[in-house]
């Protein structure tokens, strides 16, 4: 056997260092790249380098890689995520790639302050037992992280100055900016176009002289120079819709407005260009109104077409991923689940159905912009949105260790008519907010009716209040402003566009009622607001218990203990109105004494309190009344799980934030001996009595909604084909016959509607499939779009399984007569 060279790491560790040198000093950042992971591929004697680099905790991107083969098979980003997050170098990574048994993977972590990453190196195996080999690793290391740090610069302002270019090229205002030292200038497409000079970056002086020369052949440049001298005054003077006029008789107008720029360390002055010659000229020659107005006429269909088009577009893409979300959801809801599971569960449908009716209101921001939201008017109760608000919240305030509190005063309607999805919207970013700016404490909701008018509208006051860090009272003006907060700082350490207020106050002025703000700094905020709303009549009671009977309940004692005051005095609230009497304690202590000296019919207890948590006290508590009945509120995640673990101890056990309807069943329950056990539940659904003797076609190139449809008619006891492409669809019907098409309408090569002609054209109507649009398009006229086109029916997406299994039901006699089994 042929003896290994002898390698000398130092001397290679001392050549990489130094040939990383040059190579730092180069002006672009792929070049760098490329040739530092060359440089270690050579000096480390690696049969393979990739330079990888982390987006997210999910997403892992190989920036460069010397060896394809190695890009190929990279099968775990997980683990290259945990291997980054351990930060030591790893000598031997187990089932990352594939190798061939003399080699092993080594890992080399880059987890910076502005890079997050790695390298992997595919090498010979004995370098793993040689010590100087480690060292060489660690020499590395070092030259690496400062490439990795140079090459995350570079990156970043990459992406800063392609989103720049890309937000100021596509307006279509010319836009000039010059700095008050003369050094740098930079102007658009539109601004080169109409100075005659080439776009970016340029010289002040080159773009001074453009901009000179410009004014010399206005036809008012006297009155542009003297309001030229008015304008450069002061340093902080502006001017806006200052009118160039150019031409004899007059060809073109431009409307030029400038402003000061300032930072903390660049000033200077942004110049827009805007072409105002239509509207100049149509001031001044009344006898061509007719033709202009033709004429905007057009270009303004042609923007809403535009417009249309692109929203349509912009629906397909985000409500295609919400299909899978919402889809399967809807299934996974169909299987044996514990309670705990089928909550979550619940949340995440609940949440993606949100989602989407957020969306929806997104595709109708032309009628808001005119002025022409409509409401919808629908009965709803009031407790069920504040509940699933916080269904949808309680993981973020969990993280944070913050109690979701409300209290619906006793006289408040319980079912009202009017926009549940606008309210529910209101409601989430209120919440959301408060959860945001909260650091320990509450968020706590209060609605209280503040009376009826003659017309019999309610008008409901609701309050969402937080624990957070407040807000100055001479800030409260900019709250409810479009793309406004309260400040820089607050951008920068909790982000947002500020939008979400100002959409919140226009939305209850909608609904007739008003907005405000009370707050102090560093205890909080209050956010309240009013809506008038019709009470449903069906309802004969107000109150949230009228479903259940209250009579086993009255006089009932109960024993409450929880660390949280409000929350002590919403539940003490609640209980007297269910006909309770009801005593709060903050101290397990004082809270075993008073159970020394009264009797009391059951305890309510909080899991998470100081000394001691729930279930040691009902431990001692049981130890010493072992027949008094015990209900513990416990957040979701380990402490619920922890809780199950003894469920014994408990009568009921009910998950945080609290439902109030469901504390009143617990309630109830335990006093008729009715406390259902803590199991899990399970859901054993025969879904459909018989699938149908037919063949079905799934046209979807989306895999997520591939798997989905699948999944789903799996489950109603159907076995599909798939065509990924128009034109496979029309490859599969020439060898098989379909008695149904599932057909998305957006698919490569030929969408849905092309497909649904050529079928037409080519089969009669006895022999041809039925059709069923499936489309994440959410445009109104998209129905009529897809029955135009001949398809037979539509679905929308997002859709469940209870949407599939209602069109198979809809479509079964024709779908029997076209497999022939009924006439």
């Not at 130094?18 to 190579?23: F, K, R, S």
């Not at 226009?506 to 009622?513: H, K, Y």
């Not at 128009?726 to 969408?751: C, N, R, S, W």
Request: some cysteine; glycine content about 4%; aromatic content about 8%.
């Amino acid at each position: 056997m042929n003896k290994q060279k002898h390698i000398d790491w130092t001397f290679e560790a001392v050549n990489f260092l130094a040939g990383l040198y040059p190579i730092k000093k180069k002006k672009d950042f792929r070049v760098i790249l490329d040739e530092s992971t060359n440089l270690l591929k050579k000096y480390a004697h690696a049969k393979a380098v990739s330079f990888i680099r982390i987006e997210d905790e999910i997403t892992a991107r190989i920036e460069y890689s010397t060896s394809e083969n190695l890009i190929n098979n990279l099968t775990d980003v997980k683990t290259v995520v945990k291997l980054i997050k351990k930060n030591k170098i790893v000598l031997d990574v187990e089932n990352l790639v594939q190798k061939q048994t003399s080699e092993v993977v080594v890992f080399i972590p880059l987890k910076e302050t502005d890079f997050i990453g790695g390298v992997l190196l595919l090498v010979d195996e004995r370098f793993k037992r040689d010590k100087a080999f480690k060292i060489f690793l660690n020499y590395a290391l070092t030259g690496l992280k400062e490439t990795a740090f140079i090459i995350q610069k570079y990156l970043l302002i990459e992406e800063l100055s392609t989103r720049f270019n890309t937000i100021l090229e596509t307006i279509p205002q010319g836009i000039v900016f010059v700095d008050d030292v003369g050094k740098n200038g930079w102007v658009n497409s539109m601004a080169s176009e109409i100075l005659g000079i080439s776009k970016e970056k340029n010289s002040p002086i080159v773009i001074s002289e453009a901009m000179q020369k410009l004014k010399n052949t206005a036809i008012n440049k006297d009155e542009i120079n003297k309001e030229g001298l008015l304008l450069f005054s002061s340093p902080g003077q502006k001017k806006d819709d200052w009118k160039w006029i150019f031409g004899d008789p007059i060809t073109s107008v431009l409307s030029v407005s400038c402003v000061p720029a300032i930072s903390e360390n660049i000033k200077g002055r942004m110049w827009v260009f805007t072409d105002f010659t239509f509207q100049y000229l149509a001031k001044q020659q009344l006898q061509d109104l007719s033709e202009e107005l033709a004429e905007k006429r057009r270009i303004a269909d042609e923007q809403n077409k535009a417009k249309s088009d692109f929203l349509s577009s912009m629906s397909h893409e985000i409500r295609t991923p919400m299909n899978g979300v919402i889809g399967m959801a809807s299934l996974l809801e169909n299987t044996n689940l514990s309670r705990e599971q089928t909550d979550f569960v619940e949340t995440i449908r609940m949440s993606g159905e949100t989602l989407i009716s957020i969306i929806n209101d997104i595709l109708d921001f032309s009628k808001i912009e005119s002025g022409k939201v409509e409401l919808e008017h629908k009965p709803f109760y009031i407790n069920n949105v504040i509940e699933e608000t916080y269904d949808l919240l309680s993981v973020n305030a969990n993280d944070k260790g913050l109690d979701l509190l409300y209290y619906i005063e006793p006289d408040v309607p319980l079912e009202i008519i009017g926009d549940i999805t606008r309210l529910r919207q209101i409601m989430i970013n209120l919440v959301s907010n408060g959860i945001k700016f909260t650091e320990k404490g509450e968020i706590q909701i209060n609605v209280r009716n503040l009376g009826v008018n003659e017309n019999g509208l309610y008008t409901l006051e609701f309050a969402v209040k937080d624990t957070g860090i407040g807000i100055p009272e001479d800030k409260y003006h900019r709250l409810f402003e479009s793309f406004s907060q309260v400040d820089s700082s607050t951008t920068r350490k909790y982000g947002g566009t500020g939008l979400g207020l100002a959409i919140c106050q226009r939305l209850t002025v909608l609904m007739g009622g008003t907005m405000r703000i009370e707050s102090e700094v560093d205890k909080g905020s209050s956010f309240i607001f009013t809506i008038k709303a019709e009470v449903n009549r069906e309802v004969k009671q107000f109150n949230t218990h009228n479903f259940i009977d209250l009579t086993p309940l009255k006089n009932k004692r109960i024993l409450i203990l929880d660390d949280n005051k409000n929350n002590l005095k919403i539940l003490k609230s609640e209980c007297i109105n269910w006909g309770l009497s009801a005593k709060t304690f903050e101290n397990y202590e004082e809270a075993l004494q008073s159970l020394a000296t009264e009797k009391y019919d059951l305890v309510i207890i909080d899991m998470n309190m100081p000394c001691k948590d729930g279930i040691e006290v009902t431990k001692i508590i049981k130890n010493l009344y072992p027949n008094l009945p015990v209900i513990l509120f416990s957040s979701s995640g380990p402490d619920y799980n922890y809780a199950i673990q003894h469920k014994y101890l408990f009568s009921a056990l009910l998950n945080k934030p609290i439902k109030h309807n469901q504390m009143l069943k617990a309630v109830s329950d335990t006093f008729i001996k009715k406390a259902e056990p803590i199991l899990p539940i399970l859901k054993n659904i025969d879904f459909i009595k018989t699938a149908l003797p037919i063949n079905i076609l799934i046209a979807e190139d989306t895999p997520i909604n591939q798997k989905l449809l699948i999944k789903t008619l799996e489950k109603l006891g159907y076995r599909a084909d798939l065509a990924e492409k128009g034109t496979q669809v029309l490859k599969a019907l020439d060898q098989k016959k379909y008695h149904l098409i599932f057909m998305d309408v957006m698919m490569p090569e030929m969408d849905g509607y092309e497909v649904t002609r050529k079928i037409l054209e080519k089969y009669s109507d006895a022999e041809r499939p039925i059709i069923i649009a499936a489309t994440a398009n959410a445009m109104h006229d998209d129905q009529e779009k897809a029955l135009l086109a001949g398809m037979d029916d539509y679905i929308s997406k997002p859709f469940n399984f209870q949407n599939v299994k209602d069109k198979i039901e809809k479509w079964e006699k024709e779908l029997l007569i076209k497999a022939k089994l009924i006439v």
